[in-house]
């Protein structure tokens, strides 16, 4: 199982930015996936998380600027960045919990490589 992230970048203050990441492999199923980042010398965070279903929670320094969304057909997860500010600037990692077969009911989480995302003038 692999989780592919694409778009990260450089940006400025106020402006947009989106990032996707897509599972591949082989296995049965993907229950939630969400966005974490990591900040040089901070914990990874939790951003933003989607459920199967299309439930949706969202960190209280990201909510009203920041978008996740997830195409089950295509096994991936988006996340729709506006407004940022310097300090959205970090590492940005998908995560999702996947069921590999059938012999197993449990939800293993898998993580993305990382991407950067920067915000600076």
């Known amino acids: 199982v692999q989780l592919v992230e694409s778009g990260g970048g450089l940006v400025q203050p106020g402006g947009s930015l989106g990032l996707s990441c897509a599972a591949s492999?082989?296995?049965?199923?993907?229950?939630?996936m969400a966005w974490y980042r990591q900040a040089p010398g901070k914990e990874r965070e939790l951003v933003a998380r989607i459920s199967s279903g299309g439930s949706t929670n969202y960190a209280d320094s990201v909510k009203g600027r920041f978008t996740i969304s997830r195409d089950n057909v295509k096994k991936t997860v988006y996340l729709q960045m506006s407004g940022l500010k310097s300090e959205d600037t970090a590492v940005y990692y998908c995560?999702?919990?996947?069921?590999?077969?059938?012999?197993?009911?449990?939800?293993?989480?898998?993580w993305g490589q990382g991407t950067q995302v920067t915000v600076s003038s």
């Open positions: 492999g082989n296995f049965l199923s993907i229950s939630d």
């Open positions: 995560n999702a919990k996947i069921r590999r077969s059938f012999s197993s009911t449990v939800y293993l989480d898998y």
